[in-house]
């Protein structure tokens, strides 16, 4: 965004200001005033739906009024009478914004914006648009338009302008001539023959002068010959219009919802004069709200992608982050986003092979096995053309994932999904492009981030580049059409791994309560469709709705944290009331529960054995419950193994001593050896400077080589506490605090962090950080279905650069003698180089929320020390911290479903989407191959392989179940 701000006011302008000034003259000439429009105003905080409108409520409104303010609403009424002697006219709308134009009868007709857009050559019209679409015939002009002002770019700019309404004649041949001269002029300013550029001004200046004299056909007759020479080059851009559409970020979501209907009214206006314009659209749940407010809008919509017209893309219900979701998230945005498309518009599985996040700040390693599952082989990004430190060295490639699955990735060269595709982007992407000798690629062209797509200046410029020497040849086309050709070509080049995005690190942490809130959610939907299975309920409608808000909150930049305060304030809010009805839904399944006699029981929602103590009320019990299973409660045995002293800790099998500064300076095991190498858990604030303009998005690479502040605490008791023993120790720094217990169970190794942290700082960041015994070359992190495999080292620009990395419930060190892991229940952001293993607690940016993360903030963290080779104890682990036991009043029952082998997690149990079936999710955490058996108390009378889609692949044998590295399998189970 910010580098196509630059070449705007850097570029063309400043290298070219004769040529543009002329250009711009000639623009003058374009529309001729006719008379003026009447307007009023009815100005509203929030949206008024037309339906709603009083006409008594309207007052005038003179040009060149300021109406309101950023996020401001308001209704115009537009109306006056037509010259009998005017002949052809058209009506220009002048807004500093955007607006929705509905004819009286509340039919939408047309969509108007001027927002300032990346890298825009100057419309036709100025600050005035055409309005199309209107009934003229009656000799007067009367319409309505739903007007909003978001602000330029990034910042709050400015406020809500109307310039006026009127009638004009646009002079076709000037109008012409104008697009002429900006496309010729775009290509001699970009090109780098030299000849050409020579040729091409002496012809723009002879344009010109025959313009001053008035000789219109003249001038457009000097540019002719260069218009007419057609390319002599043998690469081909398929062009594709698009409207990128945040679903929230510098405006909240009811925003998203009008900007969905502005940008499709004007697209489908667009299929209407442009006979080869193709638009394709991405996120389904905008097509839902259009659906939901403006069905005869979306009838339009469906018309246009059934004479294929529109292009149906992404199959994900929004464009998500997949760095932050768990893995069952990432296959419902496919599922429900994939069956929204082919339920509402007859569009089979192998129509929408292609994955489209073009925004999102890094793609885990495990997306591939899930778009191959979901029915998606291409991958379409630009993200990592974005990378800070080096450049990623391809743009047409095979991407591997961590279990082998590959997928075809393709990211359009110039790096923009955004294109304006002038001279100079269609010439940059070549020069930009390593595999440009496979002479082929994707042009997505249109104004986006805000939405809107592609306008009159994107339409006029590509009209006149499909075959004009000195450039590429540029064929409309679709993304599905591109990439079943390019799959059919020899790309040597493969990516293994993640695709990690060399700057945004800072999203990992921001608007900390977003993230894990999203985490306990997901919990609580997979327990509550456990809990259905159980109890025999059908959950879908229950859940359906959930879900997809859920996914929306996940798009990339509600989760991540880089939105608006009203965007975070209204995500915790749909947050709180979907985990208040998930409450009470799971509540109502857990009292159906097949019970016993035992007065207290706890519910065991996870793929593992529990052996632990469960608090309840004032009284501690053990509990020792088989996975998804329910036992009853015994009361805790009085323990002799805990103890304390001033600084320190032990419950006989950990030894922890506690420096001066609340950290952990010894923690020795029951053999005497230490894990410890140089403090556990300092909480140190660091600086954390605003990052112009990304403040949300980025940390700075080297915010560690300025040592942070350690800090100490104010007060600390210790007790023991049933069968724990519990550290106290509060800390108060600036003007916020923090309680911290630290948590020694009874004949545990695991020891928990629980932490509250009342937070009101500006630029500083709070990290808990750890210097174990047992170090290596390599971190292994747990991502979405597995875990992927990290350097720990800084050789080189590369492993340096990804100075913090994501991990979701884990990360695990492991030497020859034994291993360290630091678990979590909602923290992702970690930092593990030379020796240092970080957690990134809290971060306090300003921009684009001035008071991001400010409040209290309630999570926990966790280590423990592991046997070499035994990663599967600590996947258990952070299973077990992230998944409580839910009571149960008398619930006893064996094992719902369960796998043989402690490596396979059953991940999802839940109804089938269609049928009365259920679905079993599994995955291999440890990342080799493996057979496992699937015991199960459901009836079964047949088991059946399916994709993630739970499309059926064949019959499969329970006892033994193979599974590669990292594996996903889905098994469906009718009985």
Known sequence: MVRGFAEFLFGLEARQPREFRRLLRVRAQIYTTIAPLRAEILRSPEPIPFAQLDASAFRPIAPGTAWGKKMDCAWLHVTGEIPTDAGEVVVMLGLRGEGLVYAPDGEIVDSTSTVFLQGDLPHSGGKYRPVRGLDLTTGTVDFYADIAYNGILLYEYGRAVFHGAHLARRDEAVFALYYDYMTLLALADATTDAALSRGLFASLREAYARFGRGDIGGARAALAPHLEAPSDSTFVYDAIGHGHLDMAWLWPLRETHRKSARTYAKQLDNLAVEPDFVYGTSQPQQMAWIKQEHPELFGRVKDAVAAGRME???????????????????????????RFLEEEFGITRDELRLCWLPDTFGYNGNLPQILRKSGMDWFLTIKLAWNKVNDFPHRTFHWEGIDGSRVLVHMPPEGDYNSRAAADNLL?????????????????????????????????????????????????GRAHEFFTRLAQRDIPHVHSGELYLETHQGTYTTQGNIKRMGRVLERKLHNAEVLAVMTGNDSREALAQHWRDVLLNQFHDIIPGSSISRVNVEAIETYERIERDLDALSAQYTAQLPAAEAAASVVNLTSFPRDEFVRSGDDWFHATVAPYAAAALVPAEPRDDLSFTGDTMTNGVLMLRFG????????????????????????????????????????????????????????????????????????????????????????????????????????RMLRAEFRPQRYADTVRCEIQFGHIERVTTERDAVETAQFEVCAHKWIALEDATGGFALLNDGKYGHRVKNGLVSLNLLRSPTFPDKNADNGIHRFTYAFTPFASGDLAKVVREGYRLNNPLIPAAGASFDPLIQSSEAGVVVETVKIAESGSGTIVRLYESLGRPTTTALTTSLPVRSAVETDLLEVPIGATDLSAIELGAFEIKTILLEG
């Open 312 to 338: 149906l893309q992404g199959a994900f219900w929004v464009e998500p982050d997949t760095n932050l979701p768990n893995g069952e998230s990432l296959v419902r945005q496919a599922l429900v986003g994939r």
């Open 428 to 476: 940059g992407g070549i020069d930009r492009y390593p595999e440009r000798d496979l002479e082929t690629a994707l042009l997505v062209y249109g104004a986006g981030d805000g939405g809107g797509g592609p306008g009159e200046v994107h339409l006029e410029l590509t009209r006149r580049e499909r075959d004009l020497r000195g450039l590429p040849k540029v064929v409309p």
């Open 660 to 763: 001066p500064s609340g950290e952990i300076v010894s923690c020795t095991d029951a053999a005497g050896t230490e894990h410890a190498r140089d403090g556990f858990n300092r909480l140190v604030l660091h600086r954390d400077p605003y990052q112009f303009p990304f403040d949300a998005w980025d940390i700075k690479q080297d915010y560690h080589r300025t040592p942070g502040k350690p800090l100490a605490p104010t007060s600390l008791e210790t007790a023991v506490d049933g069968p724990t023993i519990v550290r106290t120790q509060r800390f108060r720094f600036s003007n916020s605090t923090i309680e911290q217990r630290i948590v020694l169970e009874a004949g545990s190794d695991v020891v928990r962090f629980e932490t509250t942290v009342d937070w009101h700082e500006k630029h």
